[in-house]
């Protein structure tokens, strides 16, 4: 397998967390700017993911889709930016938690929550997450914790949670609690995190001229 990191994504999108990932890394990668609807749809990318949606990574000869999946992968893939606690660590087990404790019950609860569906409470236990409210508090108790999510050492979870939090805080899907604002306040202000958003901010600025 080559070095070669591909990255395809869309900067108003869920890639810019995959952006941010890569900026921690620090790692060379191109990047390939793709059109909603046209050249995402298009079968060169519907080869990479057959979904038709952004983020994506190709490394080498692996494929790799989903932001948390991602996140995960290339902190397994570049251990030496210790952005993972390594197997058989006491922290391993945490850390899969809440990295995919929002790719899991955050997800599903804020885009019910956005489209107005209430669940029953009958119906509560159906529910990967119950209900929305124990989300919320679950969350809150994770980033009250510590100075990270797992514990004092920022990894790829605090990537995926830190944007999670700073999404839903921004578009009014998270109350603004004050452990929220504290921690994103913490994970956003990193070097990295601030390249990956004027990276993104400046392509979003740009006409659409996406490759794919």
Not at 12 to 29: A, C, D
Not at 109 to 117: C, E, L, Q, S
């Amino acid at each position: 397998m080559t070095d070669d990191l591909v990255f395809y994504t869309h900067p108003q999108s869920r890639g810019r967390i995959v952006r941010w990932m890569l900026e921690e890394i620090g790692q060379p990668y191109r990047t390939e700017l793709l059109e909603y609807d046209t050249t995402m749809k298009a079968p060169a990318y519907l080869s990479i993911n057959p979904m038709g949606k952004v983020p994506a990574i190709r490394h080498g000869d692996t494929i790799v889709t989903e932001a948390a999946a991602i996140c995960a992968y290339l902190a397994d893939a570049f251990p030496q930016v210790r952005l993972a606690p390594p197997p058989g660590d006491r922290l391993r087990g945490p850390y899969y938690r809440w990295l995919f404790f929002v790719a899991g019950p955050l997800e599903q609860a804020w885009t019910n929550k956005a489209i107005g569906f209430v669940v029953p409470p009958e119906r509560e236990r159906m529910m990967g997450y119950g209900r929305f409210e124990h989300v919320i508090d679950a969350l809150e108790g994770a980033v009250s914790q510590a100075q990270y999510v797992v514990g004092d050492s920022f990894t790829a979870a605090d990537v995926y949670l830190g944007s999670g939090i700073g999404f839903g805080m921004q578009f009014g899907m998270i109350e603004k609690r004050p452990a929220f604002e504290q921690y994103w306040q913490r994970v956003s202000s990193r070097p990295a995190a601030l390249r990956a958003k004027e990276i993104d901010d400046n392509l979003a600025a740009q006409p659409a001229q996406r490759s794919g």
